[in-house]
């Protein structure tokens, strides 16, 4: 018995090194560039410097908070919906809401310029109407609109998986004890449902606070946010790595946080929520 | 309340798609702009046959999709046998934390600290050259894993322990049991996670960025290319690419409809 | 007759995770019978199955085979094969290929093997079903599969953890019987572990009844029904009354504040004892005809009789008889002396009272809570 846990457990030990090489240790190197400069002496100069950044902190923060919120507002209806449907329509619609994640990114972020620009699509079709052109393209709003678009899917499966999982056998205990359609939503299938709706908002909010490519494209470069000051610094060479290190581990740091928050909705639901 | 919901779900596929329904139609504009589309052409498409550039990168892509995920398939695998096995709770929530890390991080955090690390490792060899196709295939593999355990273990949890007892019992080494009996129940996930692995590494962008060095591979092809000017040949390549993988899809959830069906004709 | 003992455990004791579950353990079993391991959940009957297995290997004491020693061979090298509880089959293979698993393995020529096959098939009654998937199959099929499988591998001794647990009551009782029937025409030990004490008594040749890691009882059917050797036994096989009693001497008892002829003696003077009455040993009479006096407090028709409990001087008893009864007679008991059956006190003494809290609903739901911890 011992002997046989042993064999099987000894089947790991290559990832145990990997992860240890590749996982662990990384993170240290973060630890070690971020008090260290570029001659590997320690110093505090980088977490210093650090104020500096402190309104693209500020900015990304406040960009992926609204983002995430807006994405979470349309995405629990679609979600909710696509569990009412046949079930046969539901995996086609699944797959399709799946389906653009597996599209380079950069391209569909890109093809929202084209949409969004002053001689973009729309602004030609409401230039035939006679009225804009608008400013859609260099602002915060299409910035937004960019983090919902490419992010939705991460919000939508993870609650569709917790929605379509309730035991209908619930859902018609709460129509015997007396609930209405609205209260059932209210009292039992949306509590059900936290699991779900908190990794959908860590599943949001960590790529939209660390991105870099939506904003430079879809805001114009106009404001930097934290991706971009972390890129910006990353290519101007190995003298900045320290730098880019630092915000790198403060931006991990921050979001620890707000996984730990999310996780105390989350407990026990390890899996399922990833296709 | 049917009718409502209906359209709500139509809306939302309307702007999931939108995007991509503009970049096929430029795909096939004559003129050189993702602007204004003057005529129907497959120009762009015959471009892409001598952009040496973006071919070059596709197949660096490719070659790392592949090896990332069968490596990762393999490790993997194996990780969720030996994580299952182990008898003490706190190791085994200290080594699952430990896989959850590059799934939780965000994506410019892992690169940041693996190309430092790289770096780091890099400048103690004295290379002179410390990121290339080594770095990318790393990352990319220590990416992968966490999606390949996590499709594994569940499915190696759900499969009765009894099972490899039988095929113990019914004469079969631990390890003829392993792969008689459990390793046919969990392929499923197994091919799930290799699956996901392959394309989470074919469209990865933000940790190759800081990783790669001078193997470029599509994704950051198409950000050098966005910074300048998009020609539409690179909206062709999309185009392919998406053709291809909706056929991959579609072939996979046939071919998982139908596996069951064909493992009984086999015999 | 000469012992031929093909299994033998000696003191085995096994822990896990410091919580003893097999505390000094010894049992024999011979050649060719059908033994029952019977208990409640986590008695041990499983783990000392699992021990004959070779899933489990003891902290202390032997394993015989033949004699022979078999601690740490392991399980794939025993000649022993079991019959796991929910089957074990294995989903990617169809009915064929599970059943031909095992001959495979041990590389024997197709044509051998599709002979076996077809041989097992007949046996469990499945022929034409070759070429179905397992899951596709119903329980009683699957069940089948699963002995097929198993004995396919010709064990000298089949092992059964609870095989018929997931199968309703009246299929239940079909497999029993076609069990022993396949345990006859093979002629091999069978050691099929159960909680369910009708099911032990109907099929088994010898009974062991177990409760926290030891054995209570080695037996027939019928000495362990009708000569339970302590409380514990008493209780969980059958119906049963147990009362407090002294043993004035042999052949004579007192309980319930009368005097009892019986037909147990060898104990000391006025020892105090258990004393077993099964339900249907006693017969219902006039109170002023009655050795004991009492007052219906309930009545249950069940069919065959009806079950009765009368209230004696507090101590309720259980009573079944065919004649009704009213809430509130008075009635008289009349106990012949062999009904009375006298145990020494045991650690299980005053732990099973009598049966003034019994109801149908407790004992369902007792039912209900042993079938999930298994």
């Not at chain 2, 091919?191 to 470029?216: E, K, N, P, R």
């Not at chain 3, 109907?202 to 059917?221: L, N």
């Not at chain 3, 008893?317 to 006298?342: C, R, S, Y």
Request: some cysteine.
């Amino acid at each position: 018995m011992n002997k046989k846990r042993f064999g099987s457990r000894l089947v790991a030990a290559p990832y145990y090194v990997w992860a240890a090489i590749f996982i662990i240790v990384p993170l240290f190197m973060m630890i070690y560039y971020t008090f260290t400069d570029v001659n590997g002496v320690f110093t505090l100069a980088n977490i210093m410097q650090l104020g500096r950044f402190k309104k693209a902190f500020g900015l990304s923060i406040l960009y992926a908070l609204i983002s995430t919120i807006i994405t979470f507002i349309i995405a629990y209806p679609l979600a909710y919906f696509m569990t009412k449907i046949k079930i046969s329509s539901q995996r086609l619609i699944l797959l399709l809401v799946v389906f653009p994640m597996w599209m380079n990114f950069l391209i569909r972020t890109y093809s929202w310029i084209t949409i969004l620009a002053n001689t973009g699509i729309i602004n030609t079709f409401l230039g035939k109407l006679g009225l804009g052109p608008l400013q859609l393209i260099n602002t915060p709003g299409a910035v937004i609109l960019g983090m919902v678009y490419d992010f939705l899917p991460y919000m939508v499966l993870p609650i569709y998986t917790v929605l379509s999982k309730i035991d209908k056998s619930m859902l018609e205990a709460a129509d015997d004890l007396g609930c209405n359609s609205l209260q059932k939503l209210r009292r039992v299938i949306f509590p059900l449902s936290l699991p779900g709706v908190a990794s959908g908002i860590t599943m949001v909010f960590v790529p939209s606070v660390s991105t870099f490519y939506i904003t430079q494209k879809l805001g114009g470069n106009k404001t930097m946010f934290v991706g971009d000051a972390i890129e910006y610094l990353f290519n101007l060479g190995p003298d900045f790595y320290n730098v880019a290190s630092a915000i790198s581990l403060v931006l991990m740091v921050l979001i620890l946080l707000c996984m730990a928050v999310m996780n105390r909705f989350s407990e026990g639901d390890e899996e399922g929520v990833i296709i | 309340m049917k009718i409502f919901s209906k359209i709500y779900i139509a809306l939302i596929l309307l702007f999931l798609y939108a995007p991509i329904a503009v970049m096929v139609l430029f795909s096939f504009n004559s003129s050189g702009s993702v602007w204004v589309f003057e005529n129907f052409s497959l120009d762009w498409y015959k471009e892409l046959l001598f952009n040496t550039s973006m071919l070059n990168a596709l197949k660096h892509t490719i070659i790392i999709a592949v090896l990332s995920a069968i490596i990762s398939t393999v490790v993997g695998t194996a990780a969720s046998v030996g994580i299952l096995a182990l008898r003490k709770k706190v190791t085994k929530s200290l080594v699952m934390s430990a896989t959850n890390i590059p799934l939780m991080n965000a994506d410019i955090v892992t690169g940041i600290s693996l190309m430092l690390l790289f770096v780091f490792f890099g400048k103690l060899l004295g290379l002179h050259e410390s990121l290339g196709f080594i770095t990318v295939l790393v990352a990319h593999i220590t990416f992968n894993l966490p999606y390949v355990i996590l499709s594994v273990m569940p499915k190696l949890k759900q499969t009765d322990s009894s099972l490899s007892e039988a095929a113990l019992d019914l004469g079969c080494t631990p390890l003829q049991a392993f792969f008689k009996a459990v390793l046919p129940s969990i392929s499923s996930g197994i091919f799930s996670g290799f699956i996901m692995a392959f394309t989470l590494s074919l469209d990865d962008f933000v940790i190759s960025y800081f990783t790669c060095g001078h193997y470029q591979t599509l994704p950051i092809v198409i950000y050098n290319m966005t910074k300048k000017t998009v020609t539409p040949d690179a909206y062709a390549l999309s185009t392919i690419i998406f053709v291809v993988i909706f056929v991959l899809l579609i072939l996979y959830n046939t071919v998982q409809n139908k596996s069951s069906v064909k493992e009984a004709a086999k015999i | 007759m000469l012992k031929n003992n093909i299994v033998e455990l000696k003191n085995i004791s096994v822990s896990f995770d410091s919580e003893k579950v097999l505390d000094n353990l010894s049992l024999e079993i011979q050649d060719k019978e059908f033994i029952t391991l019977l208990g409640p959940s986590g008695c041990g009957k499983t783990t000392t199955l699992r021990i004959i297995a070779g899933f489990v290997e003891p902290d202390q004491g032997d394993v015989l085979f033949e004699g022979k020693k078999i601690n740490g061979i392991p399980a794939y090298k025993r000649q022993v094969n079991t019959i796991f509880q929910r089957y074990a089959l294995f989903p990617h293979l169809n009915v064929y290929e599970n059943i031909a698993f095992g001959l495979r393995i041990k590389k024997l020529k197709e044509n051998e093997i599709s002979l076996k096959v077809k041989e097992m098939l007949e046996l469990v009654n499945l022929t034409g079903l070759e070429k179905r998937r397992v899951d596709t199959l119903s329980g009683g099929q699957q069940q089948r599969v699963a002995i097929a499988r198993a004995i396919a591998n010709h064990p000298k001794v089949l092992l059964l953890d609870e095989p018929l647990a997931a199968l309703d009551l009246k299929l239940r009782k079909d497999m029993q019987t076609e069990l022993k029937k396949i345990q006859q025409k093979l002629g091999i030990t069978f050691i099929f572990v159960t909680h369910d004490q009708e099911e032990a008594l109907a099929i088994s040749d010898k009974v062991v009844v177990m409760d926290s890691g030891k054995i209570q009882q080695v037996g027939t059917p019928q000495d362990i029904y009708n000569e339970p050797k302590n409380a514990f036994v008493a209780d969980f096989i059958g119906e049963s009354n147990i009362l407090d009693g002294i043993m004035l001497d042999d052949y004579l008892a007192e309980f319930s504040g009368a005097k009892f002829k019986c037909l147990d003696k060898g104990f000391e003077k006025n020892e105090s004892v258990d004393i077993v009455v099964r339900p249907e040993d006693v017969d219902i009479v006039e109170p002023e005809k009655g050795m004991l006096q009492g007052v219906v407090t309930s009545i249950k028709f069940l069919g065959v009789h009806y079950e009765i409990i009368v209230d004696i001087g507090g101590f309720k008893w259980m009573i079944q008889t065919t004649d009704g009864q009213n809430v509130g007679d008075k009635v008289g008991l009349f106990i012949e002396p062999d009904a009375i059956h006298v145990m020494k006190k045991s650690e299980y003494s005053g732990k099973y009272g009598d049966y003034s809290s019994y109801s149908e609903e407790i004992e369902h739901l007792s039912d209900i809570i042993e079938e999930d911890e298994n």
